[in-house]
């Protein structure tokens, strides 16, 4: 009877362990499959964010970013999202023969789930654990008909000979390389080839120093894509002073660049010295713009109308106010500083065009002012619905992949301030804004010819990809590395199992 007893106390005991046993194996099983269940969710709402940004394929790391968060505060609501970091890579694979670009993000994620019960981890203070999950996606980019246009550096520095003795084209200057480049590159996209392959690609031109140039009543005018600040100046004498607010652009260029310094400072200093179509207003206010800078340039920082220009970039300003551009010859730009459109610098713009651009012929001078090659060369871009002459390719003109290729061999100058302000203010932006029908987004690509263009102020905040070429050799294939990107347009989108 004793031992009976002492068995049952036993017993009692037995039991007593197997029930917080049985308690943590039904918590384990309970909380376990919890577990794997809410992975499982996890797992489907990092895909289906990894599948989103994949196709959306947007080169700003926080709009992919912020895409990501999104999809997985949508699939996974009153849930606690931790770290959600979006890495993007480029590579090319072998598919059916073609080498085709691709776009691969990887989307990982860190969320919060509350427990359920508190048996397991007791000793933990946290009410909730933590699940991670990633999962990886490629965007395929496809070959389309494309528009591009070289917006290209036709500054001074261009005539002189790529850094290091030791390059292999150390004969030829950075402009006869340039010029070889974009012939060769023209023959291969435009070629029979290409056409019957069923591409119908378009290339522009627009080289730029301090301006571009364009043919304006059958004269080369050199113009200006800016848009400028009123000039306040005074007249009379001390004791009649006379206010006047000068627009830019009433200023009629055209005549004033004929003149020279001398005469503008005559007429300002003294209204009788004033010549036929001259007032001392006006040569008042050009000496007012002169004084922006040490150069007798037109378009000092401090003149510019930044905002308005950013506004208003696909104004072509040729056609709005013409008597602002003079003509690109030494007589008519008598006024400016040597660089500004004279005898030496003869380029065009040349639209977009089936056929190959014309250029070998073009020359190199003057300062440096990318803004206004990169506004007409997105202008250009703009007006390509206009110049397809086949209604069925107008209808399709928003399937066309459309590109910006700045080759650039250096610095803004003389005015360095310009170019980032535009950009800081939006420019690159509006001008993407205008192209976003179309079927992929707007390409911008920046060759640094013998120049690190990725450290230059601006580059970075405008373009997609920027690629510094320092060996002249290689100059080609850069440039065929980023028109195959700008020539293609997203394509299929799949997930892959990183793990394989």
Known sequence: MKNFKRQKGVAVIIV???????GGMA??????GRMIQERDRLADATEAATLAVAIANRSDQKVSDELARKYLENYLPSIEIGDVKVTRTEGKEEIDGNQLYYVQYEVGADVGFERQMGFIDSSSDSSSYQVGNDAMARTYMLPSDLDLVFVADFSGSMDSKWSGSSDSNRNQTKLELLIDQVNIISDDLLSS???????AHRIGFVPYNLRTQEVIDGNLRCVTELKYKSIEVTTGPSDDRKHHTIAYDSIRWVDWAKKSSSQVEDCADKSSDCGVNMTQREAKAIEKVFSGSSYNFPDPYDSVDIQSTVINWNTTKTSVTPWIHPVSNSNDTKLFSDGMCGDDEKFNTIPLSLQKPE???MKADGGTALYQGLIRGAQILAEGSFTLTD???REKYHERAQMLLILSDGQENPFTETFPALVKNGLCSSIRSHFVSHDSPLYIGVIGIDFKASEATGFADCADEIIDVTKSQDLLDKIQELIQKGAATNGVSRLYDKNL
Do not use: D, R, W
Request: charged residues 10%; proline residues 4%.
């Open 27 to 32: 918590q384990l099983t309970i909380e376990g």
């Open 16 to 22: 007593a362990l197997s029930m917080v046993a049985i």
């Open 391 to 393: 209604p069925e390719k």
């Open 359 to 361: 250029i070998s012929h």
């Open 193 to 199: 080839s290409a056409t019957n392959a069923g591409y």
